[in-house]
């Protein structure tokens, strides 16, 4: 076995060093995506001194395959922009409030700060310096769409009860992660599952233009089978965040009457739909009793209380980066509210916006507002631009994600893994980098004889890199 290993290893060592050469950064960004949520820990881990994993290994290979291939010039990193400045203020923030807590042993600090937000940010860099053509941006919705149908069809053979069908075998342990008896996917959790299969739901949509007429109906009818999957999840802010983003791009991407008519049909079915079976969705039956999901909703409410009355105790720095649930304990005793307090014990917080407002005050809380202001500013611009046609692509789909980002991190906190995370902060690099490719630049020479002349205009000219 041992010689096994090693002959797997030399072959690796040597392919993965010609893909961190030659390869396509592109594609090992959709792989790192695939790996993490499929293909991680519970697929394959083995120790060679540190333990291991598929998802592993490939983050180690594009970051070297980035570092390569930018020594060798075929990466050109980009200026800085405003959103840039965010994050660096956000991560910088998160390190400097770890640093006043334990970091010993097997620290939940470290793993929440490496999984939640220095992984993604890792992809977020790699994609955000790439350059993007008409293909690559095909590609990437291509891509989306395939690995859509592999989720699509997972959570209907889950909601279907037939787990023997399902790949990998993991997904169908009851006792591995969260959810079961609901679609879950690979990452056995519902909500992490309903981010990427919504992504890829708005993907099937905005594929249509671009691919021939022909091509069309077969896209159409994915969706039933997308849609499908998604009620399957059982979960109200996957409902939700499929529902809303789909709006949105459905408002982007079509025109005059037809948007009209479309909008306002599928408004007024989700009105008179959810109007009309409120009380089956507040109590939905799922893995537990409806007694249990009702409990559900009402525990949301005494985590924005017991957050509440931790903000006003630290309101500018926090409790301590992640330090909720042990932090929390000193305030379930509070008899001054007809709330449960002591439901919410065990467990971490179910809110991310309130989590990071607990954790690290408003010192914290603003950049990571700002981050999500800026990019939805950008990605704004972005899908509204007129040239290339096939930029605002990225710009559509990206403002999808944030309503489907948003929508979980309202009812549970998503920072945990990098699963979430990494798909959020790739296609915002892929936005960020697109619109920052196509952005008007002053050419140099031109301010120079501005500065000289103040005669002239400076004159505008468009950059278009392309690979």
Known sequence: MTAIYAILAIAGLLWGTIWMIRGSLLHGC?????????????????NAGINLSIDRLALVGLVGAFIVQWKLGKVKLRPWMTIDYVIATLMGVIFINSCFLPWGGESLVIQHFLNGYLIPLTLYVVA????????????????????????????????????????????ADPKIGLHFGRARGPMVQSVSYGVYLSTC???????????????????YMLLPVFLAAVFFTKTRTVWLGAGGSLLVVLWLTLQGRARTIVIASLFAVALLGGLSKMDGIIGLKR???????????????????????????SPIVGHGFTQFKAAKLDYLGDRNVDLVLESIRDYDHHNTFLSILVDLGIVGFIPFLAMYYYWARDGWTLAHRQEPPWAKSLGILFLGVIVISWMQMFGHEITYTPIDHLLIF????????????????????????????????????????TT
């Open 30 to 46: 959709m792989a790192l995506l695939v790996c993490t949520s499929t293909f991680g820990v519970l697929f394959f881990e083995f």
């Open 128 to 171: 955000r310096n790439l350059d993007y053509t008409e293909k690559s941006v095909r590609q990437i919705l291509v891509f989306f769409v395939l690995f859509g149908v592999y989720l699509a069809v997972t959570g209907v053979l889950e909601g279907l009860g037939q787990y023997g069908l399902l790949f990998p075998r993991y997904i």
């Open 201 to 219: 739901l708005l993907a099937v949509w905005i594929l249509r233009d671009h691919i021939g007429a022909k091509w069309r109906p077969f896209l």
């Open 287 to 313: 893995e537990g009793t409806v007694k249990d999901t009702r409990n559900s909703v009402s525990m949301r409410a005494s985590f924005a209380y017991v957050s509440w009355k931790m903000f006003l105790d």
């Open 426 to 465: 790739c296609v915002a690099g892929m936005a960020m980098g697109i619109k920052q490719q196509f952005d008007p630049v002053v050419a140099p020479a031109a301010k120079i004889s501005q500065v000289a002349s103040r005669q002239q205009p400076t004159p505008i000219v468009m950059e278009r890199r």
